[in-house]
C-alpha cells in the first residue's frame, strides 16, 4: 500500500481540479482562504487587550509579535484537515506562490502541527504537466516571504487602529484610514481639485476639404496649423487656469471666421510633404495591473470583478496564476505563442528572434510569469468556446490574443504630413492673416504584424490633447502641387480639465508610482468605495466632501503617511524584508516608534503630538464668493458664510434679518466639481424656501418644519437642543412623515403637518373570536389603523394587512369602509408589470436584451434572467448599454442569492456568534501565566 498524501490549497474549485491531476494516493482539501488573522479588539479575550498584545493584537513593545487566532468560522474547516492529517504520511502545501499563499502555507503549519514530513508544492498553472511536475519539484517553506506578508498585516494594523481615531474624533464616526487606500483616494481627490480649479478656455480652429483638381474622390481634410508662421493656438496650448501658455496665435469667432470664408474663395498650394517610416511594436504580456485596465476598457469590468473571472479561469486551468507583476513568459510559453501565430497568421508575421520583455512595473515582486493561456500548447478561443461561456470566455480570449500578439512582428507603415499654403493677401482676412498653412497627417499600416491579433486599448484622452494621428491614406502629392478648396469652417472650442480617474487608470497611476502591488490593486478600488469616499458615475471614478476632508487631514498632520514616494519606499522595504536584505522587526520599530534622527518621527509620536486640529476647518471646503462646504456628522453641506440680510459691500445687517447662516444638504449626485458658487446658491435658494417653519405643534410645542429631502419632501419636528444630546434609552426621535404625492411643498400649511405626524390613525375597533391556550373562544377588540407605507398607503388590523386605493383616503376613510374591505377576500398576486424605462439592446452573454425597470426597491437592470440594482450615480435615462452589462456581469459573478442561502448564512453567523463568545470564555479562564507563553503564530483559538 503506497503512502498517503494530503494535499492542502486555497479554494474548492482550486482543490477539484487538481485532485483530478493527482493519483489516488493523494486527498486534496481546501482550507478556504487564510485560516487564521489577528483578532480585532471586540474579538479578543479581556485578559489579553489588558495584556501586551494591547488593542493592536500586537505587542509592540515585544519585537511586534502578533496574537493570532482561527477564525471562528474556520474551527470546523481546521478539525476535519487535522482528522485527514491523521490519516497521511506526508503533507503538500499547495497554496499560491506569493506572499499570501506563503502565509497561508505558514499559518496551516502552526495551526495543524503536523508530525509527518512536510513538503512546500508550488505552480503558477494548472495543467496536469504542471501539477504532477510540482509534486515532485517540491521546496521549503520560504520564511523570508511570511515574515514580508506578516510585516504588511502588522503595518496596516497599526496604522489603521492610529489614525482612524483621530478621523472619527474631528471628522465622523466609523470612517478608516488605511496605508494604501488613503494614497489612493487622495488622488482620485487632487484629480477633482484640479477639476474646480480648472478655468475653461475658448479658442477656434479652421478646417478645410481640399482635393486635387477634379478628383474629388482623393478629397482629404485638413486643419489650419499656422498664420503668418505663428502656430494656431489649440486646447494643449493653454493652461489649466485659462491663459494661453505659448506664443501661439489666439483665433477668436471673427477671425476665424474670416480666414474660413477667405479660404473658401481660394485656391491651395501643397507647401511640403514629408514620409517616414512607422513602426509599432506589441505590447508586454499581461500583469495583473495591465490585465485589469483592458477588462476596464475593453470588457467593461472592474478590478474586483476582472480579478473574479480571472481567478476562476485559472482555478480551472485555463490561464497562469493571475496575480504577478512579471511580463516575464517562460521558454515553453514563447515556442507555444510563436508556434500558434505562425500556424494562424503566417511565417512572416513571427520575428525572427522570440521578443523578452522585462519587468516594467516599478519595485516588482514575486517572480511569476505574465499571465498567459496555460500549458505548454495554448488552446485557441474556438477550442474552449463549447466551454467557456459569457465573461469567462471573452476575458480568456482577451489574456489568448495579448499573449500571441506579444510574440508577434512590428506593424509597419509609414506617416505622411502635407503642409498646404493659402494666400489671402488682398481677401476679407488679409487684416487678420496673409498667408494660411493648412497641415494633414495620416498614418497607413501596409504590414499589420500583431495588429492582426491584438491592438491595446486606450484611456479616454483628454479632449485637445489627444493624438491626432489617424489611420486614413492621404493621396500621393508632391510640392508645389494646386488643389481646390472644397469648403471651409470655423470651428470654436472649449479646453477641457483633467479626466477623472478609471478604475483602470487609477491602478494604472499607482503601479506607475510603486504604489500597492497585484493582489491589492483590486480589494483597494472596492475599499474606497465602499467605505464612502469615492463613488462612480458611469466608469469614472468621483471623490465625496468626506473624502476631501479626510484627505486634508491626513496631507495636514500625516503628510508623511499619504506621500506618494514614502508609500512606494515602504513597499520596497517591504520587498527587502521578502528577499532578506531587511529585518522585519527592526523595520518596524523605525516605522513605529522613529528612528534615530528627528527626520524619522515614528506613528507613534506623531498621533500623540498631533497638536490642537480644527476640526471644523478641516472640514470646510471654500468655494469662493461667500460660499463654502462643509462636511458634517450627517453629510455634506453647503453653507453661506456672509448672514442671510447682510450686505457684502456694507457689513450692515438689514433690520427684518436674523444672521443666521443659509444651508442646504448637498444631493449625492453632485461632484466636486460640479458645485460652482451659483449652483450653490440655487441649493441654498431652494432649501430656503423648501425649509419652511410651519409653527409649533401644539403637543410637544417643537418646531414643524417642511423640507425637501433625498427621498422626496416631508415634514419633521425640529428636536431641543437638550432633546438633541440625549443618548440610548433616552434618546429622542423626530416625528417625521413624507408628503402625499398630491400634496405641495411650496403651501402645505401646519394642519396638514399636524396630521401627517399623527400618522398611522386609528379607524376604529372591532369584535374578533379569538382561541385561548384552553381551547375557548373569546371576544376581543382589534385596532384597525391607517397609514402610508413604502408601497402605499394601507389598513392594519393585527397582522392583516390591506392597500386602499388612494393618499387622500387616509384621512377620510371610515369604519365602515375598513370593514367592507377586510370582508372581501384578501386579493394576492401582484399589480401589473410596469413598462420599461429604457432599452440597452443585447445583452453579450445571456443574448437577451436589456431594459432597465422600476422595482420595490428602486431602478434596475435585467436580462430576464438576472437583476441589478443601478448604483448611486447611474440615471436611468442616461445609463449606457456598457454600463448595464457591466451592472449584469458584476452581479453573476456574484451568483444567486435564494432564500435557502439566506438561511444558510443566517445558520453560520449564529454558530460563528457562540463560537466567538465560547472562544472568549475559555481564554478567559486560562491562566495569566499560560497567556505569556504565547508565542507568535501560536495559535491561541
Same mark, same amino acid.
Given at each position: 500500500?503506497?503512502?498517503?498524501?494530503?494535499?492542502?490549497?486555497?479554494?474548492? +474549485?482550486?482543490?477539484?481540479?487538481?485532485?483530478?491531476?493527482?493519483?489516488?494516493?493523494?486527498?486534496?482539501? +481546501?482550507?478556504?482562504?487564510?485560516?487564521?488573522?489577528?483578532?480585532?479588539?471586540?474579538?479578543?479575550?479581556?485578559?489579553?487587550?489588558?495584556?501586551?498584545?494591547?488593542?493592536?493584537?500586537?505587542?509592540?513593545?515585544?519585537?511586534?509579535?502578533?496574537?493570532?487566532?482561527?477564525?471562528?468560522?474556520?474551527?470546523?474547516?481546521?478539525?476535519?484537515?487535522?482528522?485527514?492529517?491523521?490519516?497521511?504520511? #506526508?503533507?503538500?502545501?499547495?497554496?499560491?506562490?506569493?506572499?499570501?499563499?506563503?502565509?497561508?502555507?505558514?499559518?496551516?503549519?502552526?495551526?495543524?502541527?503536523?508530525?509527518?514530513?512536510?513538503?512546500?508544492?508550488?505552480f503558477h498553472e494548472i495543467t496536469k504537466e504542471a501539477i504532477q511536475r510540482a509534486a515532485q519539484q517540491t521546496r521549503d517553506l520560504d520564511t523570508r516571504l511570511v515574515d514580508a506578508?506578516?510585516?504588511?498585516?502588522?503595518?496596516?494594523?497599526?496604522?489603521?487602529?492610529?489614525?482612524?481615531?483621530?478621523?472619527?474624533?474631528?471628522?465622523?464616526?466609523?470612517?478608516?484610514?488605511?496605508?494604501?487606500?488613503?494614497?489612493?483616494?487622495?488622488?482620485?481627490?487632487?484629480? %477633482?481639485?484640479?477639476?474646480?480649479?480648472?478655468?475653461?478656455?475658448?479658442?477656434?480652429?479652421? %478646417?478645410?476639404?481640399?482635393?486635387?483638381?477634379?478628383?474629388?474622390?482623393?478629397?482629404?481634410?485638413?486643419?489650419?496649423?499656422?498664420?503668418?508662421?505663428?502656430?494656431?493656438?489649440?486646447?494643449?496650448?493653454?493652461?489649466?487656469?485659462?491663459?494661453?501658455?505659448?506664443?501661439?496665435?489666439?483665433?477668436?469667432?471673427?477671425?476665424?471666421?474670416?480666414?474660413?470664408?477667405?479660404?473658401?474663395?481660394?485656391?491651395?498650394?501643397?507647401?511640403?510633404?514629408?514620409?517616414?517610416?512607422?513602426?509599432?511594436?506589441?505590447?508586454?504580456?499581461?500583469?495583473?495591473?495591465?490585465?485589469?485596465? %483592458?477588462?476596464?476598457?475593453? @470588457?467593461?469590468?472592474?478590478?474586483?470583478?476582472?480579478?473574479?473571472?480571472?481567478?476562476?479561469?485559472?482555478?480551472?486551468?485555463?490561464?497562469?496564476?493571475?496575480? &504577478?507583476?512579471? !511580463?516575464? @513568459?517562460?521558454?515553453?510559453?514563447?515556442?507555444?505563442?510563436?508556434?500558434q501565430a505562425r500556424d494562424m497568421y503566417g511565417a512572416d508575421h513571427v520575428p525572427d528572434a522570440p521578443r523578452r520583455y522585462g519587468k516594467k512595473a516599478k519595485n516588482a515582486q514575486e517572480a511569476h510569469e505574465a499571465i498567459r493561456p496555460a500549458g505548454d500548447r495554448f488552446r485557441t478561443p474556438a477550442q474552449v468556446a463549447g466551454e467557456l461561456r459569457g465573461e469567462e470566455f471573452r476575458l480568456y480570449e482577451l489574456v489568448w490574443k495579448r499573449t500571441i500578439a506579444s510574440q508577434m512582428a512590428d506593424a509597419k507603415g509609414s506617416t505622411a504630413t502635407i503642409r498646404l499654403a493659402v494666400d489671402l493677401s488682398g481677401s476679407g482676412a488679409a487684416d487678420v492673416a496673409t498667408d494660411a498653412e493648412f497641415t494633414a497627417s495620416g498614418t497607413v499600416i501596409t504590414f499589420k504584424g500583431f495588429l492582426a491579433a491584438y491592438e491595446e486599448g486606450r484611456d479616454e484622452a483628454r479632449p485637445g490633447h489627444d493624438d491626432k494621428d489617424s489611420e486614413a491614406r492621404l493621396p500621393k502629392l508632391s510640392e508645389g502641387v494646386a488643389l481646390a478648396v472644397l469648403s471651409a469652417e470655423a470651428n470654436g472650442h472649449e479646453t477641457s480639465p483633467p479626466p477623472r480617474y478609471t478604475e483602470a487608470s487609477l491602478v494604472k497611476a499607482m503601479e506607475e508610482r510603486g504604489i500597492g502591488r497585484p493582489s491589492t490593486y483590486a480589494s483597494i478600488m472596492d475599499t474606497i468605495q465602499q467605505r464612502g469616499y469615492v463613488w462612480s458615475r458611469g466608469s469614472a471614478l468621483i471623490p465625496t466632501w468626506l473624502a476631501f476632508a479626510v484627505t486634508r487631514l491626513l496631507e495636514e498632520h500625516f503628510a508623511r503617511l499619504v506621500d506618494y514616494d514614502f508609500t512606494a519606499a515602504m513597499e520596497e522595504d517591504l520587498d527587502r524584508i521578502a528577499g532578506g536584505q531587511e529585518d522585519r522587526v527592526a523595520w518596524l520599530t523605525r516605522f513605529y516608534f522613529g528612528g534615530d534622527d528627528e527626520a524619522m518621527e515614528g506613528l507613534r509620536r506623531l498621533v500623540e503630538n498631533l497638536g490642537e486640529i480644527d476640526a471644523r476647518g478641516i472640514s470646510t471646503v471654500e468655494l469662493g464668493d461667500g460660499i463654502v462646504v462643509r462636511v458634517g456628522r450627517y453629510g455634506p453641506y453647503v453653507e453661506e458664510t456672509t448672514p442671510a440680510g447682510v450686505d457684502p459691500a456694507t457689513g450692515e445687517m438689514a433690520q427684518d434679518a436674523d444672521g443666521t447662516p443659509r444651508r442646504a444638504t448637498i444631493r449625492d449626485d453632485i461632484a466636486p466639481d460640479e458645485l460652482t458658487p451659483a449652483k450653490a446658491r440655487d441649493l441654498l435658494d431652494t432649501a430656503a424656501d423648501d425649509g419652511r417653519v410651519l409653527g409649533a405643534a401644539p403637543d410637544t410645542g417643537r418646531e414643524v418644519v417642511a423640507k425637501a429631502g433625498r427621498y422626496g419632501p416631508y415634514v419633521t419636528e425640529v428636536l431641543t437642543e437638550e432633546e438633541s444630546g440625549r443618548t440610548g434609552k433616552a434618546k429622542v426621535k423626530p416625528r417625521t412623515?413624507?408628503?402625499?404625492?398630491?400634496?405641495?411643498? +411650496?403651501?402645505?400649511?401646519?394642519?396638514?403637518?399636524?396630521?401627517?405626524?399623527?400618522?398611522?390613525?386609528?379607524?376604529?375597533?372591532?369584535?374578533?373570536?379569538?382561541? +385561548? #391556550?384552553? *381551547?375557548?373562544?373569546?371576544?376581543?377588540?382589534?385596532?384597525?389603523?391607517?397609514?402610508?407605507?413604502?408601497?402605499?398607503?394601507?389598513?392594519?388590523?393585527?397582522?392583516?394587512?390591506?392597500?386602499?386605493?388612494?393618499?387622500?383616503?387616509?384621512?377620510?376613510?371610515?369604519?365602515?369602509?375598513?370593514?367592507?374591505?377586510?370582508?372581501?377576500?384578501?386579493?394576492?398576486?401582484?399589480?401589473?408589470?410596469?413598462?420599461?424605462?429604457?432599452?440597452?439592446?443585447?445583452?453579450?452573454?445571456?443574448?437577451?436584451?436589456?431594459?432597465?425597470?422600476? *422595482?420595490?426597491? *428602486?431602478?434596475?437592470?435585467?436580462?430576464?434572467?438576472?437583476?441589478? &440594482? @443601478?448604483?448611486?450615480?447611474?440615471?436611468?435615462?442616461?445609463?449606457?448599454?456598457?454600463?448595464?452589462?457591466?451592472?449584469?456581469?458584476?452581479?453573476?459573478?456574484?451568483?444567486?442569492? !435564494?432564500?435557502?442561502?439566506?438561511?444558510?448564512?443566517?445558520?453560520?453567523?449564529?454558530?460563528? &456568534?457562540?463560537?466567538?463568545?465560547?472562544?472568549?470564555?475559555?481564554?478567559?479562564?486560562?491562566?495569566?501565566?499560560?497567556?505569556?507563553? &504565547?508565542?507568535?503564530?501560536k495559535d491561541a483559538g
Open positions: 500500500m503506497g503512502t498517503r498524501k494530503l494535499v492542502i490549497v486555497e479554494s474548492p +474549485a482550486k482543490a477539484k481540479t487538481i485532485a483530478g491531476y493527482l493519483g489516488p494516493d493523494f486527498d486534496v482539501e +481546501a482550507s478556504v482562504g487564510h485560516i487564521r488573522d489577528i483578532p480585532t479588539p471586540s474579538q479578543m479575550p479581556a485578559d489579553v487587550k489588558k495584556g501586551r498584545f494591547g488593542r493592536f493584537g500586537v505587542d509592540v513593545d515585544g519585537g511586534f509579535e502578533p496574537y493570532y487566532v482561527v477564525d471562528a468560522d474556520k474551527k470546523k474547516k481546521v478539525a476535519e484537515l487535522k482528522r485527514l492529517l491523521k490519516n497521511a504520511d #506526508e503533507l503538500y502545501l499547495a497554496t499560491d506562490e506569493d506572499r499570501e499563499g506563503e502565509a497561508i502555507a505558514w499559518h496551516l503549519l502552526e495551526a495543524l502541527k503536523p508530525t509527518i514530513p512536510v513538503r512546500r508544492m508550488v506578508q506578516e510585516t504588511r498585516r502588522i503595518l496596516d494594523r497599526l496604522y489603521g487602529y492610529e489614525v482612524s481615531p483621530v478621523l472619527w474624533r474631528k471628522i465622523t464616526q466609523g470612517i478608516s484610514a488605511g496605508r494604501v487606500q488613503s494614497v489612493a483616494t487622495r488622488l482620485v481627490v487632487e484629480r %477633482e481639485r484640479e477639476r474646480m480649479a480648472f478655468v475653461r478656455a475658448g479658442y477656434h480652429d479652421v %478646417e478645410g476639404e481640399f482635393a486635387p483638381p477634379g478628383s474629388r474622390g482623393q478629397a482629404f481634410r485638413a486643419r489650419l496649423s499656422h498664420v503668418d508662421g505663428t502656430k494656431v493656438a489649440t486646447g494643449r496650448d493653454f493652461g489649466d487656469d485659462g491663459r494661453l501658455k505659448s506664443d501661439a496665435a489666439h483665433l477668436d469667432e471673427a477671425a476665424a471666421t474670416a480666414i474660413a470664408t477667405a479660404v473658401a474663395e481660394r485656391d491651395a498650394v501643397v507647401r511640403s510633404v514629408q514620409e517616414k517610416p512607422y513602426t509599432r511594436r506589441p505590447s508586454a504580456p499581461f500583469t495583473t495591473s495591465t490585465l485589469q485596465q %483592458e477588462a476596464s476598457r475593453k @470588457l467593461g469590468m472592474g478590478s474586483k470583478h476582472a480579478m473574479s473571472v480571472a481567478q476562476r479561469l485559472y482555478e480551472n486551468g485555463y490561464i497562469t496564476y493571475m496575480r &504577478t507583476d512579471s !511580463t516575464e @513568459l517562460s521558454q515553453s510559453a514563447i515556442e507555444a505563442a510563436r508556434s412623515a413624507s408628503l402625499f404625492a398630491s400634496m405641495d411643498l +411650496a403651501t402645505i400649511d401646519l394642519d396638514t403637518a399636524l396630521k401627517l405626524l399623527s400618522l398611522p390613525r386609528v379607524v376604529g375597533t372591532v369584535e374578533e373570536t379569538r382561541t +385561548a #391556550e384552553d *381551547g375557548s373562544e373569546q371576544i376581543v377588540l382589534v385596532e384597525i389603523t391607517v397609514q402610508n407605507g413604502r408601497y402605499g398607503p394601507y389598513l392594519k388590523k393585527g397582522t392583516d394587512s390591506r392597500s386602499i386605493e388612494s393618499e387622500d383616503q387616509i384621512f377620510t376613510i371610515t369604519l365602515d369602509e375598513a370593514k367592507a374591505i377586510y370582508a372581501e377576500p384578501k386579493r394576492r398576486g401582484r399589480a401589473a408589470a410596469k413598462p420599461p424605462l429604457k432599452e440597452l439592446g443585447e445583452d453579450p452573454v445571456s443574448k437577451k436584451p436589456i431594459v432597465v425597470k422600476d *422595482g420595490r426597491f *428602486g431602478p434596475y437592470v435585467t436580462d430576464g434572467e438576472t437583476n441589478a &440594482t @443601478l448604483r448611486r450615480g447611474d440615471d436611468p435615462e442616461t445609463i449606457t448599454p456598457e454600463r448595464g452589462q457591466g451592472l449584469l456581469a458584476e452581479k453573476r459573478a456574484k451568483g444567486p442569492t !435564494t432564500r435557502k442561502s439566506a438561511k444558510k448564512t443566517a445558520k453560520k453567523a449564529a454558530k460563528k &456568534t457562540t463560537a466567538k463568545k465560547t472562544t472568549a470564555k475559555k481564554t478567559a479562564a486560562k491562566k495569566t501565566a499560560a497567556a505569556k507563553k &504565547t508565542a507568535a503564530g
